[in-house]
Structures are given as structure tokens and as C-alpha cells.
């Protein structure tokens, strides 16, 4: 399949199952491995490695990574320096053309690389295969925006006689790129080969619960002919990157949450010399709205899809639901029966929706919220550990109720399948509640009645909105349809990931007057 890419045809192909179970079968056979670094096209090793396991069985060892940290970041970076004058003067379309062949090779393989997502991350089938559609349709889309815009070369105003000026755009230089667990191929390779289209080289260190895909995605671009240096994958404990990155890169990119954000763009500006391009995105605690007047099919379906779809670890995962009081019992009693018929289990089998949270810390964490919650408010469904499944992270979907709407499980990002219910009177009102968060990433409505719509979309604080979405009510944004696009702690540069600016936040304008 080639061409234009959406979830209408990724599933309405029933062709896609056998062809997932049996590379699932060939990537299982290869559990266990011992994976490298790769530095300036050459693999790589560090002293010490680190053992991986899958959260939907701690019995099933994944593999063996390099435990790379300050030395394996300072050689990655010298040979993404090394590589940068021969990639930046490559033309934009070669550029292109390279990255499109890289999309190619990952469609070639998106079956293995779907089954290691669901390896790594716990992902059930339908959302794996989807992240690997994400990642080729962005590759895709910043390759034909880079052609369109023709490489970012503008004819300036000539106002002085004899003057030629030109608005010439520029890559940086070195990138490092730090990318979260939970969309494994998409978000890392999204970020990363921005930057190589725009001319600049990169340093990828995706998150220690999922290197195995990145490491697959690396050895795709290689096939595809990216030369070496120009992309470098390192592995290992996050912390041990931020020093060398914000010193020694020429601009970083990160996608995770928002402490380590945050550190990283304080560590950016106090050891950096001088500024620094930093891109972050970051999380988020996203409220959808239902009002009296919302079809209940849509807004039930859609709640349920956007706070359980991959047990709740979306950056764009409803958290918080805001109800009309008219409508509030009817909606609450069909969400907690549609909720409670959610499959949880092994993400290998087709019938389950929901698979694993990422690791112990996560279901750690879920038993304190929900302990937190049953002591001020009331558990309506879900709450405990999934027992039958003792050998993976396995949780159930929450849904809280009657906790004070200023309690922090109201405030705080959980990255969990875990939301809590509130209320309203009016529009205005949820409103104000659903802005009243530090974050700002995505947001949903659902009403029949187009003023209310618009009343939200003109009031709402949040880059990434929805109305009326059955599908996701915050979630499933696609590249080139919805710019996926964080505000206020939820990202830093207003330009979203998928959408027509984003490839300009690695780049530098440079104004070229001749005088002929
Ligand atoms: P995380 O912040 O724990 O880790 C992200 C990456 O940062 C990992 O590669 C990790 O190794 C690295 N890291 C950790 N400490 C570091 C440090 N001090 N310096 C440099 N790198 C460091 O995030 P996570 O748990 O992997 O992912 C979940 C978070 O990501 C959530 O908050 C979620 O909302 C966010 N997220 C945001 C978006 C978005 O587009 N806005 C998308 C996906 C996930």
C-alpha cells in the first residue's frame, strides 16, 4: 500500500491479521538478543548492558542493550558533526527522496515493527500497526511539505537598487533527539527525521523501555541509503543525556513528560553559552465536555476510546470528563457499563483492547491514585490490579467519581487508564474547569448544537481540539490532518508535530542579499 494512508483503509483490511500473527511468530523466535549502539554507521558497544522484558510477561526477555551514556553521547554527537557539512549542502530533494525511501522500507516491514511495539510497549495490535502508518504518513508529509515549500527559499522585497535579497533557511546542526516509550517508532522518528530533512544531523536516544524499535527503525534508514553519521541511535538511562546534549548538540529535541522537559530547558539555559533551539512536547491532563445537548452514543464511545485506547499512556488520553448535570446520571451509567465491557489481556491476542501499563512504577503508581481516590471519592469502576495476569502490568479501567474538582488527581498527569468525573451548569463554566490546568495538549466537546461547538472551540486553551469525536475524543491525531500541537506545559513551540510548520523549528533563517 502506497499513497495516502488513514484509519478508514489501515482497517478495513482484514488481510492484516494473519500477516501481524506471523511476523509476531519470527520476532518472538528473536527474544533475547544482544543489540548495539550505531555511531557513525558502525555498531557500537558500551561497558555495561541492560536487560529489557516485555510488561505483558516479565518471563519474555526482549533483549540485551548497550547501557550508553556521557562517552557514547560525546562520540555520537562528534560523528553527527562530522556528518553535517556533506548532509546540509545535500539538496532537499535528495534529502527527500531519502527519507521517502525510508518509508518505504518501514511499510516493507511495518508487520515486524507493529509486533515489537506490541512487544516493547504492551500496545494491542490495531493501535501498533497504527503507530507504524503514523510514522510512514509523517515521513511522507514533511518530505512532500519540504518539496512544496522549496526547501524554505524565499525572493525577499528589493527596495535598494540593484539588490537581490533572499530568505534562506538553514539547519542548526547536530540534534539531539530524547524520545518517550509510549509511541515508540512514531514520536522519536518523528522528531528525528524532521531534523535530517532539514538539513541537520542527529543523536536518537529513545527511552529504556523501548529501544528495540528504534534500533529496527535505525537499521531501515540505513538500508534506505542514509549515509552514516547523519543518524546515530544510542541507548540508555535518560539523565546521563541531558548534560552532554544541552552542551554539546546544537539544538535538542524531547518528547516525554514534563519534569524531565522542564530540566532539559533549564539545563539548556543555564550551562548553554548561548541560546539554544530546544522543541519539547510534553504531557498533558486533557478534559472533554459533555453537554446536555451531546448525542450520548458518540460521547460514551469516544470518552472510553480516548482515556483506555493503549491503558491510558497517550500524551492526548482524556483524564477528566466535565458533565451537564441534566444529563449526568444517563451518561455516567452507559460510560461505566461500556467501560466495564473493556477485554484486558495479552495485546498479542485480537481480541484485546486494552494490554499492559509500561512497568512496575506504573502500577505502583495506579495503586496510590486509587487508594488516594477511595478516600475522598468513590470508585466506580476498575481500581485494582488485574490478578489473573500476575506475570505483566495489567490494571483495570478506572473511572472516579465525586473527588473535589480542585484534588490533585484532577490536576496532576497520571499516564494511566484511569479518569475522573466532574460537573457543570453551563458552558462557560466547563469551560473555565476544563482551562483550569497548567497544560494545554488536547481537548474534546460533545454537543449537537453548533453554538455550543463553537463557544468551545473559541474558548477552550488547548492545541489539539475535538468536537463530536467517537473515534477518540481527544485522541488519534494524524500526520497531515491534525497538527498535533501542545500549549502552555504542554510544549514549547507552537508548531505542531504532523502539521505545515513543524519542520521550520529546526531550521534557522539566514537573509542573503546580493547586489548584482
Ligand atoms: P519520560 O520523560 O520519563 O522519558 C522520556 C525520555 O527522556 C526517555 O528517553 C528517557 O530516558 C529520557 N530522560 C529521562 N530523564 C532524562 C534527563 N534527565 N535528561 C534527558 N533525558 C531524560 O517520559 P515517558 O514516561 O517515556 O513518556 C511519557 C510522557 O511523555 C508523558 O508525560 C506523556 O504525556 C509525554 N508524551 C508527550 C507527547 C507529546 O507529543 N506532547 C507524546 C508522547 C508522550
Redesign the pocket.
Known sequence: MSGKITYVTLFADPSIHPKYESALDEVQKELGGVHEMYIGGKPARAERTFKKSSPIDTGLVLGEFQRGGRSAALEAIKAARAAFGSWSRTDYKERAHIIKKAADKIEEDRFRLAAIITLEAGKNRMEAIAEVYEAIEAMRYYSDVIVKEEGYTRKMATVAPGEEPFSVAKPYGVWGV??????PLM?GNGMMHAALLAGNTAVW?????TPWTALEAYSLYEEAGLPPGVLNLVTG???E??EP?ALFADGVA????????M??YRRLASSSPYPKPIVL????KNPVIVSAKADLDKAVEGVVRAAFGASG????AASRVYIANEIRDEFVRRLVERTRSITVGDPREREVFMGPV?NQRAVDNFERYTSDARSLGKVLTGGNRVSRLERGFYVEPTIVDGLPEDHYLFKK?L?LPFLVLGSFSSLDEALLKANDTEYG?TAGVFSEDEKEVARFMEGIEFGVVYANRKGGATTGAWPSSQS?V?WKA??ATGKG?GGPYYLLTYLREQSRTYVR
Open positions: 530524547i524520545s518517550p516509550f509510549n509511541f514520536l536516544k529513545p527511552s529504556s523501555d538511562p535518560g539523565e543525556f541531558e546534549f524531547f518528547t516525554g513528560s514534563r519534569n524531565v522537559g530540566s532539559l512536547e510534553m504531557g498533558s499512556q497517550k500524551c492526548s509500561i498527569e499516564f495538549l498535533f501542545g504542554s510544549g508535530v
